[in-house]
């Protein structure tokens, strides 16, 4: 197969398992590892991309198309789809090379007859790609914003709700963003030691810069294949989104301490965790299948925590073993994603107004269990990488009233670099980063302390 096949290819499993695009591309990159970096890269960008801007590629297919894009065959709709994406969003690859392709693939895959419905269209939409015309955003300004941004109409309306315009637009805006790889460098390294590593890196072509939130998080930029970069198998850096960084910064982790992480693979936040212990006390990493498991002890492994112990574990099952154990207990549980779709694209085509309510359930029940395992006295550090005030503000309000915890103040836990509006949210104890108005994925983080003189496991009161 070509590489705009195997583009194709992982856009129908997609749409004949409703699967993840991230997991799928893996699977698929892995597969054709023999290939050049850049034809790798065409392959994840094309597929991104297209899967990203879909509803717009349908927007705009259906304004030149006579068959909409929903009555296409299924190849026929991928494979207009993908040439869609080229043609509008990627400018080194020639229309007329986009075109040609596209009628060969027709013809190999048995669609004969419509080479000239496919050629047609899409050099009409080449011709037409500078003066497209898209919903009237002082008529129809929600629509305008899911057309232009690809956000599911009902997920615009609700940010709007929530946000207001304005931020809605940041947000929506930020998810179609390339975004850069973030790492965690080891708060060990001296000052040359970090300059040596970083001259490594660029070196090897990477463009590094550095985050105004947090002086050890660093970007890279032309980052393909982490893995290979000079100090990764050293234990030098672990990648991690700020969001995450701040959460752990957040929970206050002094030496010593025994720190429970429930939720934990692929291990970002323990690992932190870990080093923020020094090499003393310990932190215990769960999470629900072994292949997750195994992917945190590899990180382990290769940063060097041995106060860190990774296993399987289901944190809706109660283990009176860890009643009451950890000084805090970091519980960063499922959610609806919505605050990293840029980093996800196909999460806004899963989630559904039913599974936003579902996902309170869940997350009620883990909680009810991190409840119980923090010592009196303790820290429960909630976080969500979602932007949803149901699953955020409202469940850790609903964790302060059903067990004996208090809001709690982080804000010298904290850096000074973050903007006045967050250091000001974080001095009542809870902190919703926004994409696009924040420089982060859109995370939410709440620190909870539990009420010295309560005693025995905590139990829901509702």
Partial sequence: MNLREIIIEILLELERT???????????????????????????????????????????????SKVPVGKMKPFIRALMRMSAYQILFMEAVPDAAVCNEAVKLAKKRKFASLQGYVNGVLRNLSRRKETLVYP?????????????????????????????????EKMLSAFLERRPVTVRLEETLSEQERKNLISAWEKKGVAVSGHPYLSYAV???????IRHLPGYEEGLFAVQDVSSMLAVEAAGIMPG????????????????????????????????????RSRMEENRRRMGRDNMETAVGDARVFREELCQSADVVLADVPCSGLGVIGRKPDIKYHVSEQSLKEITTLQKEILQNAAAYVKPGGILLYSTCTVNPQENEAMAEWL???????????????????????????????????????????????????????????????
């Avoid at 698929?28 to 290939?35: G, N, P």
């Avoid at 002082?138 to 709700?161: D, G, N, Q």
């Avoid at 970007?219 to 294949?225: I, V």
Wanted: net charge negative.
């Fill in 219 to 225: 970007r890279l930029e032309k980052a393909e294949g």
């Fill in 136 to 168: 009237d955003a002082e008529k129809e300004p929600i629509l305008a914003l899911s057309v232009r941004y690809s956000m599911p109409l009902w997920l615009t309306e609700f940010f709007e709700h929530i946000y207001g315009r304005e931020i809605t």
């Fill in 18 to 64: 409703d699967g993840y695009l991230n997991l799928l591309l893996a699977d698929v990159l892995d597969k054709y590892d023999y290939l050049e970096p850049k034809e790798k890269a065409f392959i994840k960008r094309a597929a991104e991309g297209t899967v990203e801007r879909r509803i717009q590629l349908d927007y705009v297919l259906d304004g030149i």
């Fill in 400 to 462: 302060c009233r059903a067990f004996p915890f208090v809001q709690e103040g982080m804000g010298t836990c904290l850096p000074e670099g973050l903007p006045g509006e967050l250091r000001e949210a974080a001095g009542k104890g809870m902190v919703q980063l926004l994409p696009g108005v924040h420089e982060t994925d859109g995370f939410f983080f709440a620190r909870l302390r539990r009420v010295e003189n309560s005693s025995g496991p905590a139990q829901s009161g509702g």
């Fill in 257 to 292: 301490q025994t720190v429970l992480d429930l939720c934990a693979a692929p291990g970002g936040k323990s690992l932190h965790a870990a080093a923020k212990l020094g090499g003393t006390g310990k932190v215990l990493s769960y999470d629900l299948t072994e292949a997750k």
